[in-house]
């Protein structure tokens, strides 16, 4: 599979359409749990590819590997449930909490995330035999939170200056912005995996699509 930012976008557009639906018994719960969960859903979606290479027990190993990331979304709930929490006394200024919960949360996620691949490729003996082998690999990916951050200040912005605009659906906006903020993040990210018996010592470098 690969990441279709469409289906993210529609799972938290159904988020906020379940809120309103709850009417007076809405909670922040549905809201954290929904959009963590909406967004953990998608990140296991993803396609991971990596290009592997190393000196391994049985020689010279290249290779390339396929894979997945398990991720945990009560890393995200956990900080999104904090801002909510503290913006239900604030005045002003919640959107900056909320924005930066966003980045904290998924930054959180990549950050406990573990990347499992499967390897094939050629290994060359000591005495310049090649032959197949295959195996697997597990690592993590390393992400930015600045761009998840800004992107979410963006729409929050625009947001605000569409307060009161009957024409302007501010949940299908907010939907689409997190959508396309979550997908470059983890798009952007760096992987790298260290490859199980018997590939051990080949190192992975790739990416998540």
């Known amino acids: 599979m690969a990441f279709v930012v469409t289906k993210l976008e529609n799972d938290l557009k159904k988020v906020f359409s379940d809120m309103k639906d709850a009417g007076e018994n809405v909670t922040i719960d549905m809201f954290t749990n929904g959009v963590a969960q909406a967004c953990a859903d998608f990140v296991q979606t993803g396609s991971v590819t ?12 290249t290779g390339s590997g396929t894979g997945q990331i398990t991720v945990q979304a009560s890393l995200l709930k956990s900080a999104l449930d904090i801002a909510c929490n503290a913006m239900s006394s604030m005045t002003e200024g919640g959107d900056d909490v909320l924005a930066n ?20 490729g050629t290994v060359v003996s000591p005495s310049g035999v090649p032959s197949p082998l295959s195996g697997t690999g597990k690592g993590i990916i ?17 947001m605000k200056q ?8 501010g949940n299908s906006h907010f939907a689409s912005e997190l959508s396309k903020a979550v997908l470059t993040y983890w798009t952007s990210g760096t992987i ?3 490859g199980l018996a018997p590939l051990v010592g080949s190192i992975g470098s790739g990416t998540v699509a």
């Open 192 to 194: 790298t995996v260290n």
């Open 50 to 61: 990596t290009v592997d290479a190393g000196a391994i027990p049985a020689g010279a190993f």
């Open 101 to 120: 919960a966003l980045g904290s949360g998924m930054f959180a996620m990549s950050g406990a995330a573990v990347v499992d691949t499967n390897i094939v």
């Open 162 to 169: 569409n307060a009161g605009n009957d024409q302007f659906d």
């Open 142 to 158: 390393v992400c930015v939170q600045a761009s998840l951050v800004a992107s979410m200040q963006a729409c929050f912005n625009v």
